[in-house]
């Protein structure tokens, strides 16, 4: 069941884990940005679960927890390395002593060289096989200069590929002429679509990495009109850029969208949370999607989501109708 990463060597599974919560609790331009607090050994268990379970593609950044996700990871990968595919990325200028991320981006080939080695000691590697852009936008003097660093990493093996985590076509299609390139990562649920972006990796033979599969948690169906997130989490405190929640809570015209296809994505046996997935997995052939987690029980359902496969494409037209009266 496993798929190629983009047109390199490496086959992922069609789910991945993205290891943003595991870093625990952090700061970015002075606000929150982690998911709460973890406990470490819970995160490594997960990951664990995660491997025992046929999941072999774990997504981190050096901006989560500061550094921490990365070290989280790499501990729970020991003696694994051979067996899994490691995406992280770069970008945000960072302090791992005060567990701080600033909204300032340095993507200098220095810099760029910098953290792709801190990075490996961290993830206790000596090679990452897919390092990301994590600055969304970046102008086209910038975009020219990352890739030349990223090109001299891959030759010189510390890197297997690239890619850029981005909302933006235009950045996307700059980066997917480099022969370097195999995925962009970019946000993707079945409440919030990117055709633009499909389209592209599609045509470009890129993975579609997706992460906000399941809109922040909102897919999974615990929240509700009078739900109220701390200020400790992310959702909860005041980001602009968190489309699901305001103010610590669920919007709700997307807890209406969410109910006017409950019935259909919880069909077949499967758990919101799978319905959510099989969605993604319906929408594209490109796509992988990397939901987050913070426990192993977590880690197990989101595995097991494999199982059930994608929607059907009757499943498929019929939540795209539902949904069309929202827009």
């Known amino acids: 069941m496993k798929r190629k ?8 599974s069609p789910l991945g884990l993205g290891c943003w919560a595991i870093g625990g609790p952090f ?10 607090a973890v406990d470490d050994n819970e995160s490594i268990a997960a990951i664990h679960a995660a491997l025992e379970a046929g999941v072999n593609f ?8 500061a550094g921490h996700s990365e070290t989280i990871l790499g501990q729970a990968l020991k003696g694994r390395r051979g067996d899994v595919v490691i995406a992280t990325k770069f970008g945000y200028t960072n302090n791992p002593a005060a567990r701080e991320v600033y909204l300032r981006h340095d993507v200098t080939p220095e810099y760029i060289r910098k ?31 990352a890739i030349g660093a990223l090109n001299r990493l891959r030759e010189e093996g510390l890197i297997r590929s690239y890619g850029w ?5 235009g950045r996307a299609a700059a980066i997917a002429e480099q022969p370097g390139a195999v995925a962009i990562q970019h946000a993707l649920n079945v409440l919030q679509d990117a055709p633009d972006l499909i389209e592209l990796c599609e045509a470009r033979g890129l993975t579609s990495i997706n992460n906000s599969p399941l809109a922040m948690g909102l897919l999974s169906g615990k929240f509700n009109g009078a739900s109220r997130l701390a200020p400790t989490d992310v959702r909860g ?17 997307y807890l209406d969208m969410l109910e006017s296809v409950r019935e259909i994505l919880t069909s077949g046996g499967r758990s919101l949370v799978q319905g959510a997935l099989a969605w993604i997995w319906g929408r594209s052939e490109s796509a992988v999607p990397i939901p987050g987690f913070k426990t192993r029980k977590q880690a197990e359902e989101l595995a097991s989501a494999v199982e059930h496969g994608p929607l059907l494409r009757a499943q498929m037209d ?8 929202f827009r």
Request: aromatic letters at 10%; a negative charge; hydrophobic letters at 35%.
């Open 58 to 65: 774990f997504d981190t950044a050096d901006a989560y927890g």
């Open 27 to 36: 700061t970015l331009g002075g606000l929150e940005d982690g998911w709460g």
């Open 237 to 253: 405190s005041g980001h602009e850029w968190v489309a699901y929640f305001k103010d610590g809570k669920p919007v709700p015209a």
């Open 318 to 325: 019929e939540i795209r109708s539902l949904l069309a009266s």
């Open 165 to 169: 985590s981005t909302w933006d076509v």
């Open 5 to 12: 990463l983009g047109n390199s060597e490496a086959a992922i």
């Open 115 to 145: 953290a792709c080695e801190n990075s490996l000691r961290r993830l206790g590697t000596d090679y990452i096989d897919l390092y990301q852009i994590h600055v969304g936008m970046l102008i086209e003097e910038e975009t020219e200069s």
